[in-house]
């Protein structure tokens, strides 16, 4: 019998065409066709959904026909989802498609002039979270108990999060050790982001702010002597105290979702966790930051994504005119 680990890898492309590479390289494969934890924790909520809609219409699952995925998105779209979510569930449909090795149905031209349609009629500017101002945010903290293990976390994640222009992500897998505290800053030591899926470590550096009550910095010491450990999860939950004690922080970090919650929590309905990284890029230009510097904390690649961040539709606040000399 042939030793299995002499049999050849099929790998399948997206052209649908299967390549055989030497068994030596199956780990690597593996890694490139599963991708990043995050997308895949995404694709399986969506791969669920698509299940479901198959087997209540009694469609096939996998291979999908074309009719099925185009059926599945005019769903979605009358019960109002956004384009972008849309395009991820075809995502999620593709990437099923080809760990299978499988003919994916989601690049058919006949799909595709499926989801124009959608984008016509959803109309293609998402709604984007808003930015808010940094008046704003000095209000939401100076409202935060401080005298609390939980307002010390929650103070500390929003002036981080907005100074350090972080993902949700990113603040969630953030850990104590990541933190190097230097005279002129603290720099976080990010292992992985959403920009930098191969693990090579990138640096963001916040610094101190004038107001004590307003400084990332030493929000960060307060909370990290809260916490009272040097490894671990950064952000945590909290465990629910008795009558006579606050709740203290846990040992489990927060959830995406929490951090959502939290910043709605503070600032208002109207925000979510992304305009935390909203804000920055549009203070930022506003204040005469160049491309360059937005894009050193960011670790965006482009500077398109600097125009598409930058919250800089407001015809009173960002306008021309105010400055013709009249």
Same mark, same amino acid.
């Given at each position: 019998?042939?030793?299995?680990?002499?049999?050849?890898?099929?790998?399948?492309?997206?052209?649908?065409?299967?390549?055989?590479?030497?068994?030596?390289?199956?780990?690597?494969?593996?890694?490139?066709?599963?991708?990043?934890?995050?997308?895949?924790?995404?694709?399986?909520?969506?791969?669920?959904?698509?299940?479901?809609?198959?087997?209540?219409?009694?469609?096939?699952?996998?291979?999908?026909?074309?009719?099925?995925?185009?059926?599945?998105?005019?769903?979605?779209?009358?019960?109002?989802?956004?384009?972008?979510?849309?395009?991820?569930?075809?995502?999620?449909?593709?990437?099923?498609?080809?760990?299978?090795?499988?003919?994916?149905?989601?690049?058919?031209?006949?799909?595709?002039?499926?989801?124009?349609?959608?984008?016509?009629?959803?109309?293609?500017?998402?709604?984007?979270?808003?930015?808010?101002?940094?008046?704003?945010?000095?209000?939401?903290?100076?409202?935060?108990?401080?005298?609390?293990?939980?307002?010390?976390?929650?103070?500390?994640?929003?002036?981080?999060?907005?100074?350090?222009?972080?993902?949700?992500?990113?603040?969630?897998?953030? =850990?104590?050790? %990541?933190?190097?505290?230097?005279?002129? @800053?603290?720099?976080?030591?990010?292992? !992985?982001?959403?920009?930098? $899926? &191969?693990?090579?470590?990138?640096?963001?550096?916040?610094?101190?702010?004038?107001?004590?009550?307003?400084?990332?910095?030493?929000?960060?010491?307060?909370?990290?002597?809260?916490?009272?450990?040097?490894?671990?999860?950064?952000?945590?939950?909290?465990?629910?105290?008795?009558?006579?004690?606050?709740?203290?922080?846990?040992?489990?970090?927060?959830?995406?979702?929490?951090?959502?919650?939290?910043?709605?929590?503070?600032?208002?309905?109207?925000?979510?966790?992304?305009?935390?990284?909203?804000?920055?890029?549009?203070?930022?230009?506003?204040?005469?930051?160049?491309?360059?510097?937005?894009?050193?904390?960011?670790? =965006?690649?482009? %500077?398109?994504?600097?125009?598409?961040? @930058?919250?800089?539709?407001?015809?009173? !606040?960002?306008?021309?005119? $105010? &400055?013709?000399?009249?």
């Amino acid at each position: 019998m042939e030793n299995e680990s002499s049999l050849p890898v099929l790998v399948p492309t997206r052209n649908h065409a299967l390549v055989e590479l030497p068994f030596s390289v199956s780990r690597y494969v593996e890694a490139g066709l599963q991708g990043a934890q995050n997308t895949k924790r995404g694709y399986a909520a969506d791969l669920r959904s698509f299940e479901d809609y198959c087997q209540h219409h009694q469609v096939t699952y996998l291979p999908a026909e074309v009719t099925t995925v185009a059926g599945y998105v005019s769903q979605m779209a009358d019960r109002g989802m956004k384009l972008a979510t849309i395009r991820r569930h075809v995502a999620a449909i593709a990437k099923l498609h080809q760990l299978a090795g499988q003919p994916s149905p989601t690049g058919h031209e006949a799909l595709q002039i499926v989801l124009d349609g959608i984008a016509r009629i959803l109309g293609k500017r998402q709604q984007q979270a808003p930015a808010f101002t940094v008046a704003e945010l000095k209000q939401a903290v100076r409202a935060m108990d401080i005298t609390t293990p939980t307002g010390l976390r929650d103070r500390a994640l929003l002036l981080l999060g907005f100074a350090g222009a972080f993902r949700r992500s990113e603040l969630v897998a953030l =850990q104590v050790e %990541d933190l190097e505290l230097t005279h002129h @800053a603290l720099v976080i030591h990010l292992r !992985r982001s959403k920009t930098n $899926q &191969y693990g090579q470590e990138e640096d963001k550096a916040v610094f101190y702010a004038p107001n004590a009550d307003f400084c990332p910095v030493r929000a960060v010491q307060e909370w990290t002597a809260c916490l009272g450990r040097t490894t671990g999860p950064l952000f945590t939950r909290m465990h629910r105290g008795s009558k006579s004690r606050a709740a203290q922080p846990g040992t489990a970090p927060l959830s995406d979702q929490s951090v959502n919650d939290l910043v709605q929590r503070h600032l208002g309905p109207l925000y979510s966790a992304h305009s935390l990284r909203a804000s920055f890029v549009t203070v930022a230009v506003e204040a005469g930051q160049s491309n360059k510097a937005i894009k050193n904390q960011t670790k =965006q690649k482009t %500077d398109a994504m600097i125009e598409r961040y @930058a919250r800089l539709d407001d015809v009173k !606040r960002f306008n021309a005119a $105010q &400055y013709l000399g009249l």
